[in-house]
């Protein structure tokens, strides 16, 4: 099947490791040039020469906060100036802590805002002028699974990514004249070090190992294991091509069929 992703520009938001790591690798298989950040810059600048030489692709690559309205905004230019425009842009950023609602406070969510919702704002108000010259766009939005179904001792999670698909379906209706389609994914259980860390607080409040948690999210998933970081980003690189031409304003659960509801 030819996605019709050669040379396109991908802006891959958090992407130095984990899901935005694997979806960079994914549109560079493909033919893309690629746009990488994350805050640490040695570990970006070595994922992304890593991509560059793996799939022998262009890679930009800038250390910043996704959080940083002023700095989504530099990046931006920088890659238009780099790559002579901007044609998909996948939002993401780290995930906020494991907490209930009485132990969240209310800077944990004022940084959960910030990071996983105004983030999302930041990116899409740069790049969406862009994509309508070009009449061509897509923006894709990881959240995760908590969008549909929310998650114990993830309050922040549940409340916030909300949000996004609020903005997701509003964006979809009010640009799809633009020729920009706007999607969202939502992960399940995935194996990234962000899981990992899951794990540990779920082991350190409950006295399980964090093998028995690791086992516990493989068994609430009718395909018995946890995900692939490529099983999403694989989805997000067709989403943005030319073979979802006709798909816009929706949220795809990448799960193994985690999500209970019909
Ligand atoms: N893995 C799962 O099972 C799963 C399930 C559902 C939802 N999700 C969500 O999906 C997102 C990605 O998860 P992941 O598992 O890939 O996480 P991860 O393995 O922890 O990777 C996070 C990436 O984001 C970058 N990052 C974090 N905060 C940033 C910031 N403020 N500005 C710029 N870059 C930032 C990190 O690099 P730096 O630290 O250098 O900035 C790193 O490259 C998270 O929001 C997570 O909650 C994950």
Redesign the pocket.
Known sequence: MDLGLKNRVAVV?????????ATAAAFAAEGCRVAM????EQ??QA?AQKIGEQYAAQVFAE?????DSTAVSQFVSAVVNHFGGVDICVT?????PAKGFLAATLDDWQHALD??FL?TVYFAREVIPHMQRQHWGRIIT?????TKQPLADLVL?NAVRAAVVGLVKSLANEFGKDGILVNNV??????????K??AKSRSAASGKTEQEIFHAWAAETPLQR??N?RELADTIVWLSSERASYITGQTVLVDGGAYKGL
């Open positions: 938001a958090a992407s130095s490791q984990g899901l935005g790591l950040c994350a805050r640490n570990t970006l994922a250390a910043f906060d996704v959080a993401n950023a780290g995930g906020p990071l996983n983030s990881i959240t995760s699974i908590t999670s939502g992960p399940g259980f995935t194996a990234t070090d962000r899981l860390e899951l946890v995900g970081p």
